[in-house]
């Protein structure tokens, strides 16, 4: 088995570094993702109520050949269940699709600053970590401000800070500020949505090392302290973004790619603004 990287967590637990994304692998399909990729090695599954996949992700692990205890299981609340007591209910369904007894991290997955109920939501996420439901918590597409309030109203940081992260939109402002609380960045959309596979630089990179675009991305973040979770239903491409971890990139390579980042590069809703 290849030995793939681990990281420590502010609250003790470790979370492999790499994993498998399942974002609009539609629920009669990503099982057989998810066992494609537990099979190739993936030992992190990440999904979210929202993806409406759950059952299928549940389907996956339980018809995978590795036992419940040796996958890093994540998933999120979505937006309109934020508040103490819905947060409390919305996780029940979740583990209930998921047909698990717990989750390895549980985050809370936008913000939604207009809602102003992220942090009675952090309340609940806290009472489902004491109550060992939730092994780890956290949150996603938070900005140095959502972080500071939920940790300064709760005295709780957030274990996780799973954010749109790739060569194009680097984020360093929200990586330092991850940072200065000891939170691992997770980033999503790292293949910029597969919009970067074509890029001239990493295309050239890539050659360079006899790899792929997708597995010189992917480096990249792993050589970068980055937690990373491309998603894919291709069971080639799913086996190809595993084999990461026998290469490394350059200096030279590292600093072509800080070249690509553009403050106009994010390709999802700014947490600030979204509607929703
Ligand atoms: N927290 C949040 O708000 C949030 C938001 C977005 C995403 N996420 C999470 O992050 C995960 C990854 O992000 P993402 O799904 O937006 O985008 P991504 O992982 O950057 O890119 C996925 C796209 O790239 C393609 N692809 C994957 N590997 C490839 C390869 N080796 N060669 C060529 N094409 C390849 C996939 O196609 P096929 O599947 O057809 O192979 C898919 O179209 C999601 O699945 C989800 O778990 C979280």
């Not at 539609?26 to 993936?42: L, S, W």
């Not at 890029?199 to 050239?204: G, H, L, N, T």
């Not at 980055?226 to 026998?246: G, Q, Y």
Request: charged letters at 25%; aromatic letters at 8%.
């Amino acid at each position: 088995m290849t030995q793939q990287p681990l990281l420590t967590l502010n609250d003790g637990h470790t979370m492999p570094q790499f994993g498998l994304g399942v974002w609009q692998a539609p629920n009669d399909k990503v099982g057989e993702a998810v066992r494609t990729a537990i099979a190739a090695g993936y030992r992190l599954v990440d999904t979210a109520a929202i993806y409406e996949n759950e059952t299928g992700v549940g389907d996956g692990l339980r018809g995978a050949d590795v036992a419940r205890g040796d996958i890093f299981l994540t998933t999120k609340l979505w937006n309109a269940a934020q508040g103490y007591d819905s947060t409390l209910r919305a996780f029940d369904e979740s583990l209930a699709r998921l047909r698990v007894d717990y989750v390895d991290l549980y985050l809370i997955h936008w913000p939604a600053p207009r809602r102003d109920l992220y942090v009675d939501t952090w309340r609940a996420f806290v009472r489902l970590r004491q109550e060992g439901r939730a092994r780890s918590i956290g949150v996603s597409n938070f900005c140095p401000e959502h972080l500071d309030r939920v940790v300064g109203e709760t005295g709780v940081v957030p274990a996780v800070n799973q954010i749109e992260l790739h060569p194009r939109f680097q984020q360093s402002t929200l990586r330092a500020a991850d940072a200065t609380h000891g939170i691992v960045t997770q980033s999503w959309s790292p293949l910029g949505r597969g919009r970067l596979l074509d890029d001239p630089a990493i295309v050239a990179i890539a050659a360079k090392h006899g790899r792929t675009p997708a597995q010189v991305i992917i480096r990249w973040h792993l050589d970068n302290g980055l937690a990373v979770i491309p998603k894919s239903v291709t069971p080639e491409r799913i086996r190809e973004n595993f084999d990461v971890f026998a290469f490394k990139l350059d200096t030279d390579d590292l600093a072509a790619i800080a070249r690509l980042d553009d403050p106009a590069g994010r390709i999802g809703p700014d947490p600030l603004t979204a509607a929703f």
